[in-house]
């Protein structure tokens, strides 16, 4: 093994289908219209000096190193802004251009400091490199001038000397090593989008300032490692490589945060992780990542990790550590037992969206195959279920249309209920970049959210509905479209089926459906409507982005349908910049859809009524499958406090965290006899678990995730399972201690089994993907490199199927009591229930949830900004501290859920979504008041889950 | 189950297919618990139903009825 190493080709790539010969250094090269020299060399296998070049970033022609001849023109041009032109003739070395370089070069050396041997750069320092390149042997200005270098000149302060900025948690800004080159200000602005950093002062005065001269902790710096990656030299550096120094191999693996699945080299040295760099030829991330992906992978060795298997009977006892065999043996006779005597439905499995796919699908087989019954779910089922439901209704099949960079041909992008800059972020700088390039931009929600006015970016309209109305306000966007006209006929008439058609544009029809019927429930401004359905219906390609703003509520289901209907009416699918892009929540949400994690459904979503289907299986797994669906997780719950359902094994999800009404689910935990937690913490499911099964994190095995774009990616192993196995290991042996034989040795045999069950997957093999890097599904005979757009020419189902939307209010109502509206959401650096992002540095820029309230609505209640506030609802009541904010309106309140000390769900309610039960999140009626401290269930919450925890200590036998 | 939820539940499914008329709705909600309510779940609201199915409203109780049938 060894590192890594992109190559660099000095300026992005030209997108012109022109090609362009001429000659450099004697060779003829063919490159695109608009390719800079500097990068047709490099294609040619010329590296032309650079430093404040690189491909991640625009040219910038500062440094003068890149200098160049061409004949017949006079002077030196740099080579990074200078375009190909045909027939030029180009020089890379010369006696004039080896001066000149050398030249510059000095001047850099001169204001540098010479500690190479001690500076964390060694070995991957570009200045370096570059005085090598030249032949730097000398000098001459020495160091006694003016510089940045040193502490003290000539006995007296250094003016011009800055101390290192350490206040970032994951690197450090050293400006006496800086050499002004703007790699970092540019990849701020060009890559992230943030504009946090620039060049303050001129002349030798210049420096890199995050915003006005701030800390990096303390600017708008969203710590995303763009500057750190593009500095040429040991400026911004990663503190890992500092304390570690230099990886020696690297493997190329898939984040396991969100659902944008970015591709990171693992740098390492031996088995400890050195740094997360992202992986310049990543589809998803095209070499960009966030804060989580770069840097929160501490939690990897944190020391509350569990690492042996623990057994109970009672959550009353403490944990007594065992060895695997015995977890296996005592939780496989549990379930068994509690099947004996309560029937074979009464036990059931979650399949988790943070593992792989091979692990989602070993989870579903045990509990199909296994328990003999379906009842098998996923955390999908509290987020994108209604995505599921809704797209397979309309297009016929439960995935995005589209491939993220399908925004680079997008003219109008409308995002509802989603946040990309907070929960997608990578996925966000890509959006921003467009957005900064003239694409107009629709936001619907509730909130103020950072896209609708960010640095150079400013949605033409901000929809700012109640919370609880999507369906009416699609509806009337519908209603606009069809009543003026704008709908694309020959689409529809095409694509769709045209009676359903009509139907649904009678309805969207009807006055009630106007946006002047339905502003007076939806809040939302008539004449804004109507502008922001003339724009995506007319302003060219218009893709609609969403997330869980859009499922998490009674009739997520119909809003789905609701914007796959105006997609059809429009015209925006089958083609590269349009299309219905649900962003997924967790790296493997749509992997463990795919993997048959819901309980009427076989892996490629197919019913698991279905004889032929299910037979397939039946014949592969070589035992007869039970063909009625099973329990939904929400119904798992009813069913357990009914006394039906009494075993659960959970693989990566803490459902008493992230599922609605706490109470309920604590209520529900209790009542079974044996509940099976297999994760990296004792997370806050475990404190009702009878069995725990230490996991292993994404370093540690191999396997798949599929992304938000049905991208799947391997996901490789870096390190040994500190906890002995990986977790496939683990659910095999769970099975084979419930007498199921799974024989497995890779999870590629587990992948080879689902190609060969899954005709969507047909194609995919683990060699496949090291060939291709990574594939969308379908991939298959048809498509066998993958399938980058969906429905191109005709959808999955045949005709595009149009569905009426009635609005139908939630149940969740607002009144004296209960006065104001909550909807919650995630925040940048945290994820979902934040056992991972909490126990690592990313807490400093959100170390507790806070309650956004507007200003009116704070002022009302004797509010300050900072109060501890008592936050209730008909389901139970919290506190927390409140933010004073006019991003929320009045009305309005908002928190996130990444704290269990908050435990925002004590607060939600049962309402669910009317076709899959996914959790009404979004809308809660809510009343705030002053507190004076915790509430009565954060204090006995806290007393139990303290006692939960305890572990015993481990009695040495006697001699 | 608690027949309540079970009732909230088939009438909200009922509220979606409401727009589309009694002769599609009912067949479209009795396939939608036929897809996605496990047996107990279905066991319960037709015992319900057998009971009278008090609070269910009349596209839903005709299509549970139609359920009874298969």
Known sequence: ?959 | MSPDRLIYMANQIGKFFQSQGHDKAVPGIAEHIRKFWDPRMRSAILAHLDQGGAGLDANVRDAITTLKQT
Request: aromatic share 8%; charged share 20%; with cysteine.
């Open chain 1, 1 to 959: 093994m060894s590192l890594i190493q992109e190559i660099d080709f000095g300026t992005p790539p030209a997108k012109s289908e022109n090609l362009v010969t001429l000659t450099i250094d004697g060779q003829s090269v063919t490159v695109p219209e608009g390719t800079s020299i500097m990068r047709a060399a490099m294609e040619a296998g010329t590296q032309i000096p650079k430093l404040c070049a690189t491909d991640m970033v625009d040219a910038f022609g500062s440094c003068r190193l890149c200098l160049v001849e061409i004949e017949g023109r006079a002077g030196t041009p740099a080579s990074c802004t200078t375009p190909v032109a045909p027939g030029l003739v180009i020089h890379t070395q010369s006696e004039r251009l080896k001066k000149l370089r050398k030249g510059v070069m000095e001047l850099y050396i001169s204001d540098h400091p010479l500690d190479c041997l001690t500076c964390a750069a060694n070995g991957d320092c570009e200045l370096q490199d570059m005085a090598g390149a030249v032949g730097l042997r000398d000098v001459r200005y020495g160091y006694q001038g003016e510089n940045h270098v040193f502490a003290e000149a000539h006995g007296k302060a250094n003016a011009a000397w800055m101390p290192k900025d350490e206040s970032n948690p994951y690197f450090t800004y050293d400006p006496a090593k800086c050499i002004v080159c703007s790699r970092c200000v540019r990849a701020c602005e060009e890559v992230q989008g943030t504009f946090a950093l620039t060049i303050s002062g001129r002349g030798f005065d210049s420096r890199v300032s995050p915003g006005m001269s701030e800390s990096f902790l303390g600017s708008e710096c969203v710590s995303c490692g763009a500057c750190v990656q593009a500095c040429p030299t040991a400026t911004l550096t990663e503190k890992s490589v500092i304390e570690i120094g230099q990886p020696e191999h690297s493997v190329v693996t898939t984040c396991a945060y969100c659902g944008v699945g970015c591709a990171f080299k693992a740098e390492m040295r031996g088995e400890e992780v050195v740094r997360m760099v992202p992986y310049k030829d990543g589809k998803a991330n095209r070499g960009h990542s966030c804060v989580k992906g770069r840097f929160a992978w501490g939690y990897t060795t944190h020391k509350e990790r569990i690492l042996k298997p623990m057994i109970r009977e009672s959550v009353s006892e403490p944990w007594r550590e065992v060895s695997w065999d015995e977890a296996f043996a005592f939780a496989a006779a549990k379930f068994r037992a509690i099947q004996g005597k309560y029937g074979r439905d009464a036990v059931g499995g979650i399949t988790s969206s943070r593992c792989t796919n091979e692990e989602t699908y070993l989870v579903q087989k045990l509990v199909r195959a296994g328990f003999g019954n379906n009842n098998v779910d996923t955390c999908a089922r509290v987020c994108h279920s209604p995505t599921g439901y809704g797209l397979a209704t309309t297009f016929g099949t439960s995935a995005g249309t589209q491939d993220f960079d399908s925004v680079e041909h997008t003219d109008v992008v409308l995002v509802i209920g989603a946040n990309p800059t907070d929960a997608h972020p990578v996925f966000g700088s890509r959006m921003k970049k467009r957005l900064r390039e003239g694409a107009k931009l629709i936001v619907i929600d509730p909130r103020r959210i950072d896209l609708v006015q960010s640095p150079h970016i400013k949605a033409q309209h901000h929809l700012a509905l109640m919370p609880g109305t999507n369906v009416a306000v699609l509806t009337a966007m519908a209603h606009v479209i069809v009543t003026k006209g704008l709908v694309d006929e020959a689409f529809v008439r095409e694509r769709c089926d045209w009676s359903e058609f009509e139907d649904w544009a009678a309805f969207v029809s009807l006055p009630k459906n106007s946006p002047e019927a339905t502003a007076i429930y939806t809040g939302v401004d008539p004449t804004e409507l109507r502008a922001a359905a003339r724009l995506y219906a007319t302003g060219g390609n218009a893709a609609i982005y969403y997330g869980l703003g859009v499922t998490e509520h009674s009739q997520g289901s119909t809003t789905v349908i609701a914007i796959a209907n105006l997609a059809m009416a429009t015209g925006n699918i089958g083609r590269p910049g349009v299309g219905v892009n649900p962003l997924r929540g967790q790296n493997n949400v749509q992997g463990s859809c795919d993997m048959g994690s819901f309980p009427h459904e076989l892996p490629g979503y197919r019913h698991i009524a279905g004889d032929a289907v299910r037979e397939s299986f039946e014949a592969m797994w070589n035992v007869k499958l039970n063909k009625e669906p099973g329990l939904r997780i929400p119904n798992m719950f009813d069913a357990a406090i009914e006394g039906s359902f009494k075993g659960l094994y959970v693989q990566g999800e803490d459902i008493l965290q992230s599922d609605p009404n706490t109470t309920h689910t604590v209520a529900a935990l209790s009542a079974m006899e044996c509940v099976i937690v297999h994760d990296l913490f004792l997370n806050e499911t475990a404190n009702y678990a009878h069995v725990f099964l230490p996991g292993s994190t994404f370093l540690e095995k191999d396997g798949t995730f599929t992304n938000a774009e049905r991208r799947i990616q391997r996901v490789r192993k870096v390190m040994s399972p500190r906890n002995g196995l990986a977790d496939w290991e683990v659910t095999i042996g769970l099975a084979k201690a419930m007498g199921i034989e799974m024989n497995y040795t890779h999870p590629s045999e587990i992948m080879d089994e689902i190609a060969a069950l899954t005709p969507t997957f047909a194609g995919v093999s683990y060699a496949k993907l090291d060939e291709l890097g990574s594939a969308q599904w379908p991939c298959n005979e048809k498509a066998p490199e993958g399938t980058p757009v969906m429905h191109i020419g005709g959808f999955v189902r045949g005709k595009g199927k149009f569905v009426v939307t009635e609005y139908v209010a939630t149940d969740e109502r607002t009144g004296p009591r209960f006065p104001l509206l909550l909807t919650t959401g995630r925040i940048l650096s945290q994820y979902n229930v934040g056992a991972q992002t909490r126990r690592t540095d990313n807490i400093v820029w959100h170390e507790e949830d806070r309650l956004e309230i507007h200003p009116h609505d704070a002022e009302q209640r004797g509010i300050r900004d900072g109060d501890w506030v008592r936050l209730a609802s008909r389901a139970g009541e919290t506190t927390l501290r409140a933010l004073i904010t006019e991003r929320v309106a009045p009305g309005v309140v908002y928190t996130t859920f990444h704290h269990p000390d908050t435990q925002a769900n004590v607060i939600t309610t049962d309402y669910s979504d009317w076709a899959t039960n996914c959790p009404e999140y979004k809308v809660t009626a809510v009343q705030v008041s002053p507190s004076n401290g915790p509430s009565e269930w954060q204090k006995s919450y806290e007393e139990q889950a303290r006692r939960s925890r305890r572990i015993a200590p481990v009695v040495e036998a006697a001699e």
